[in-house]
């Protein structure tokens, strides 16, 4: 069988499906959508089996995985492996069966090859694929931790598969948490933040404490976020650390993620005596204002008017460190109050 890794080499799939090619993007929002009509699918399925493009056959591809089409396309499908003209249309054809329910023993070889490429998404994918055919190979469990970034209904099944209870899940994603790859510690972080047990909450606090890369941070910010309550405790105590270190900022952005659950906190802070909890207080402030101003802010807030609202029973007292503040607290202190009069 050829190997896909010599077909892929080339090719940097991003995380996004962003591309270049006109043509794919005018059908992107397609693929991107969270419903299809039949004749819609029809349209995907149909890129999928005419381009010879890479990326708009992965785009298509992973839309058939997330959104799986009518059993009638399953001999188009299967045409696509028996012909093998194509290894990624092949591989893919491979996923989509198999994530329909239409998944056979013959795939086996198909995904392992997959699952050798230098491509981590295709990784991702063939993992989830092969860990419902061979539950009991958990040689790959690091890329079906690392497809729930893509798919994660797909991803979920999989684990499903691969472990017996949520106990089992935990430990499979402790044992990525700590990896050397930031895209499969972003996968736990986001993972870990729908899980809300105490021991995934754990977790992430003991990786918001070790996070340097921003983009993990972001994650375990929002994962943090997601069951506010709880983590509330855990990130106002990063208050208190050094406003320079990671730590800081990863609990900073978590505040800022919390929107209104965090206001009254952050008041008590900026209130403090000491001023490096002032300045953690500010910037949690500054990021929450920019939390709100985003369009998708409605997903991190019940009552985004209302959270405004309160954020801007602030304004007193971040303007006074605006005005009376040290350097470091001024700087911090006008930097939040230009974020929150974009919510004006």
Do not use: C
Not at 92 to 108: K, R, V
Not at 155 to 180: F, G, H, I, M, Y
Request: proline share 5%.
């Amino acid at each position: 069988m050829k190997k896909l890794t010599v077909f892929l080499g080339m090719f940097a799939f991003s995380a996004t499906f962003a591309v270049a090619q006109d043509s794919l993007t005018q059908v992107l929002p397609l693929l991107q959508a969270q419903t299809r009509t039949a004749q819609e699918t029809q349209q995907v399925v149909h890129l999928f089996r005419t381009t010879q493009d890479p990326e708009a056959v992965f785009a298509a591809g992973a839309s058939l995985v997330r959104i799986a089409p009518d059993k009638v396309y399953e001999p188009a499908l299967f045409n696509e492996i028996i012909s093998a003209q194509n290894p990624l249309k092949s591989a893919f054809s491979a996923i989509i069966l198999t994530s329909m329910g239409s998944g056979y023993e013959e795939f086996s070889p198909l995904l392992l090859d997959a699952l050798h490429s230098d491509q981590p998404i295709l990784r991702a994918y063939a993992a989830g694929a092969y860990a419902l055919l061979r539950p009991a190979d958990k040689a790959y469990t690091a890329d079906v931790v690392r497809l729930y970034i893509f798919d994660p209904a797909l991803a979920q099944r999989a684990a499903n598969a691969l472990t017996a209870d949520t106990p089992a899940l935990l430990t499979l994603l402790k044992k990525q948490a700590a990896s050397e790859d930031p895209q499969l510690r972003a996968a736990v972080a986001a993972w870990l933040g729908t899980l809300h047990t105490p021991q995934a909450l754990a977790l992430l606090d003991k990786r918001a404490k070790k996070e340097t890369d921003s983009s993990v941070q972001t994650q375990l910010a929002m994962s943090l976020a997601s069951w506010p309550e709880q983590a509330l405790p855990l990130a106002v105590k990063g208050l208190s650390l050094p406003y320079t270190k990671p730590a800081a900022t990863t609990y900073d952005l978590a505040l800022g993620f919390m929107t209104g659950h965090s206001v009254s906190a952050l008041k008590t802070a900026i209130l403090s005596t000491r001023s490096n909890e002032r300045i953690n207080a500010l910037r949690a402030a500054a990021y929450m204002a920019g939390v709100l101003a985003n369009p998708d802010g409605f997903a991190y807030s019940t009552d985004r008017t209302f959270d405004i609202h309160l954020l801007k029973g602030l304004l007193p007292q971040i303007t006074a460190l605006a005005n009376n503040g040290s350097a470091e607290e001024k700087k911090y202190a006008q930097n939040t109050l230009a974020q929150i009069e974009k919510l004006l």
